[in-house]
């Protein structure tokens, strides 16, 4: 019988943690500062027993919402790909998943539960009281060579990072320079006004993630400059282990035709490559990065309510933050 017990950070969790296969950055101590500075949430950390041995852990965050406790793994908004369990190969994650709900409503005290894992399938949620959506991501391959890389990708987006270099685009990486947060934002800005909307986070977040994931090596930052030395375009890449995420991009519209952003992901991809990551996670879907020639990996988002209620109310919440993003982005237009 699989049972998740609630532990506390040690060098020696962590240290035990980073051998598992399946380990992703929001495993890590630094990610989960981050998100709890930026949440103001608890984080969660624990272990998977079956039986007796020890087999896998868990991390999640508890935060707050209306008066009650809520177990994130990740919760939407977060900006955090993934949650959910490091098992042992050959462990079934669909035992450690249906042992997460007595530890989430009973343990913690939880009125909701939410988790994305990337190594979770439909077929692992069936029969357990969830709710699902498929989310699925799109990711590429970085094992083969970059002429196969470059091949992989549609004709005119090879076009477009050959005319970014024809046009003399620079693309230069960033480390230590306290503006890199307001220029990405800036431009994330200017993206989000395209569509009549405001960014859904403030600058305060890229500062956070900066400053927690940074130091230790795992943020990869990119900076685009015009040939007259002006940043048009900058990207957000935090990598680990086998893994780099593409958490943001963002360019100003009237620079677009030097098509710049095409130039930072076949940057990040070569970098990342040349270290050892084997694949690279757009952290989404969406048609427009088909041009680098993805792959499409299903990842269902499941959540379960203690009640009714309590899933109507998060319902209702999601909605209201839309509505409230849109109502922002009119006023803003409005000044």
């Given at each position: 019988?699989?049972?998740?017990?609630?532990?506390?950070?040690?060098?020696?969790?962590?240290?035990?943690r980073?051998?598992?296969?399946?380990?992703?950055?929001?495993?890590?101590?630094?990610?989960?500062?981050?998100?709890?500075?930026?949440q103001?949430?608890e984080?969660?950390?624990?272990?998977?027993?079956?039986?007796?041995t020890p087999?896998?852990?868990?991390?999640?965050?508890v935060?707050k919402?209306y008066?009650?406790?809520?177990?994130?793994?990740?919760?939407?908004?977060w900006?955090?790909?993934?949650?959910?369990?490091?098992l042992?190969?050959?462990?079934?994650?669909?035992a450690a998943?249906?042992?997460l709900?007595?530890f989430?409503?009973?343990?913690?005290g939880?009125?909701?539960?939410?988790i994305?894992?990337?190594?979770?399938?439909?077929?692992d949620?069936?029969?357990?009281?969830?709710?699902?959506?498929?989310?699925?991501?799109?990711?590429?391959d970085?094992t083969?060579?970059?002429?196969?890389?470059f091949?992989?990708m549609?004709?005119?987006?090879?076009?477009?990072?050959?005319k970014?270099?024809?046009?003399?685009?620079?693309?230069?990486?960033?480390?230590?320079d306290p503006?890199?947060a307001?220029?990405?934002f800036?431009?994330?800005?200017?993206v989000?006004?395209?569509?009549?909307?405001?960014?859904?986070?403030?600058?305060?977040?890229?500062?956070?993630?900066?400053r927690?994931?940074g130091?230790?090596?795992r943020?990869?930052?990119?900076?685009?400059?015009?040939?007259?030395?002006?940043?048009?375009a900058?990207?957000?890449?935090?990598?680990?282990?086998?893994?780099?995420?593409?958490?943001?991009?963002?360019?100003?519209?009237?620079?677009?035709?030097?098509?710049p952003?095409?130039?930072?992901?076949?940057?990040?991809?070569?970098?990342?490559?040349q270290r050892?990551?084997?694949?690279?996670?757009?952290?989404g879907g969406?048609?427009?990065?088909?041009?680098y020639?993805t792959?499409?990996?299903?990842v269902p988002?499941?959540?379960r309510s203690r009640?009714?209620?309590?899933?109507?109310l998060r319902?209702?919440?999601?909605?209201?933050?839309?509505?409230r993003?849109?109502a922002?982005?009119?006023?803003?237009?409005?000044?």
């Amino acid at each position: 019988m699989f049972r998740l017990h609630r532990v506390e950070p040690s060098a020696e969790l962590w240290a035990d943690r980073a051998t598992y296969p399946d380990r992703l950055i929001f495993h890590t101590p630094q990610w989960l500062r981050f998100v709890a500075e930026t949440q103001r949430a608890e984080p969660v950390l624990a272990t998977v027993h079956d039986g007796g041995t020890p087999v896998g852990h868990f991390t999640g965050l508890v935060t707050k919402r209306y008066g009650l406790r809520i177990l994130g793994s990740p919760m939407a908004g977060w900006t955090t790909s993934y949650g959910g369990f490091n098992l042992r190969p050959a462990v079934p994650r669909r035992a450690a998943l249906e042992a997460l709900m007595p530890f989430a409503f009973g343990d913690l005290g939880c009125a909701h539960l939410e988790i994305r894992d990337r190594h979770l399938t439909e077929a692992d949620l069936g029969g357990l009281g969830l709710r699902w959506q498929s989310a699925p991501t799109a990711v590429i391959d970085l094992t083969p060579g970059e002429d196969a890389l470059f091949g992989a990708m549609a004709s005119a987006c090879r076009r477009n990072i050959r005319k970014a270099e024809r046009s003399g685009v620079v693309i230069e990486e960033v480390t230590g320079d306290p503006a890199f947060a307001g220029q990405f934002f800036d431009q994330l800005r200017d993206v989000f006004a395209k569509q009549n909307l405001v960014p859904t986070y403030p600058v305060e977040r890229v500062r956070s993630l900066i400053r927690h994931l940074g130091p230790a090596g795992r943020l990869l930052l990119l900076r685009a400059r015009d040939p007259g030395g002006r940043c048009i375009a900058t990207a957000v890449l935090p990598w680990y282990h086998r893994t780099m995420y593409f958490w943001g991009g963002a360019s100003y519209r009237p620079d677009q035709h030097l098509r710049p952003n095409e130039a930072l992901i076949w940057y990040a991809l070569r970098w990342a490559r040349q270290r050892g990551v084997t694949e690279f996670d757009f952290v989404g879907g969406n048609s427009y990065k088909q041009k680098y020639g993805t792959t499409e990996v299903p990842v269902p988002w499941a959540r379960r309510s203690r009640s009714p209620l309590v899933a109507g109310l998060r319902d209702a919440a999601k909605e209201a933050f839309s509505l409230r993003q849109k109502a922002v982005a009119r006023l803003t237009r409005q000044v």
